[in-house]
């Protein structure tokens, strides 16, 4: 089975600087997908990044990059010029490419990391 | 407009009641998900489905049923079988394959015990 684990349940970074979130997954499979996922209060969960296994090439998205380390299998999420605005809960998330059939589609979650931006 | 549906936002059930959550979408996705979320919690996974008709259980699936009669919908009956429900719920879609995959979120339904 699939597992993903966040080592870091809160961080707080200061505002206009970088930060890195952490993420690392285990999985046997070749073809997936790996998602960071934004939290705010308001509970609504708004992707941030995604990236597929197969590209080697790191995701960027704005201010948001990750690096993504296959063979470590690694997923971390680098924030840079913080805002207030990005205070939340950030998700790391993995899903099993493919066709149907077997644990293909299975969206797995893990537990989060609660970022702070202080003024 | 496309998107995901979730009603109702807050709901009550006496201890004892059965209580289904809606989940409706309508961006023609294969796979649909139920989490639930505790307070400072991750999202636990109840149920998916991948396909009309077919669904896998997740980790907390004990209490919890679903059903696939179509594809836009996948709705999610709370049991008297669960014996702590009160929690957040939150409903996705996805295509689990292709360039532009992605889980596609409601916006959650709010369960009370009374």
Request: charged share 20%; aromatic share 14%; proline share 3%.
């Given at each position: 089975a699939q597992t993903v684990t966040q080592s870091q349940p809160e961080m707080s970074v200061q505002e206009a600087e970088t930060v890195t979130l952490s993420c690392t997954y285990d999985t046997s499979e070749n073809n997936y997908y790996l998602f960071w996922y934004k939290q705010p209060p308001s509970r609504q969960m708004i992707l941030v990044i995604r990236q597929e296994a197969y590209k080697q090439q790191n995701a960027t998205e704005n201010r948001f990059s990750v690096n993504f380390q296959k063979a470590a299998k690694s997923f971390s999420l680098k924030i840079s010029d913080s805002q207030l605005?990005?205070?939340?809960?950030?998700?790391?998330?993995?899903m099993n490419g493919g066709n149907y059939g077997g644990s293909q589609g299975n969206l797995i979650f893990g537990k989060g990391t609660k970022l702070s931006v202080k003024p | 407009?496309?998107?995901?549906?979730?009603?109702?936002?807050?709901?009550?059930?006496?201890?004892?009641?059965?209580?289904?959550?809606?989940?409706?979408?309508?961006?023609?996705?294969?796979?649909?998900?139920?989490?639930?979320?505790?307070?400072?919690?991750?999202?636990?996974?109840?149920y998916y489905s991948q396909i009309v008709n077919d669904f896998q259980k997740g980790d907390i699936a004990e209490g919890y049923s679903v059903s696939r009669e179509k594809k836009e919908s996948f709705p999610l009956t709370v049991t008297s079988a669960q014996k702590n429900p009160t929690a957040f719920y939150l409903c996705a879609s996805s295509h689990y394959q292709g360039m532009n995959t992605e889980a596609f979120f409601?916006?959650?339904?709010?369960l009370t015990v009374v």
């Open positions: 605005g990005d205070t939340a809960m950030y998700f790391c998330a993995f | 407009d496309g998107g995901i549906t979730q009603s109702p936002k807050y709901l009550f059930r006496k201890e004892g009641q059965n209580v289904t959550l809606s989940c409706e979408q309508n961006l023609n996705h294969d796979a649909m998900y139920w989490y639930r979320q505790d307070p400072g919690q991750g999202l636990r996974l109840i409601g916006q959650g339904t709010r």
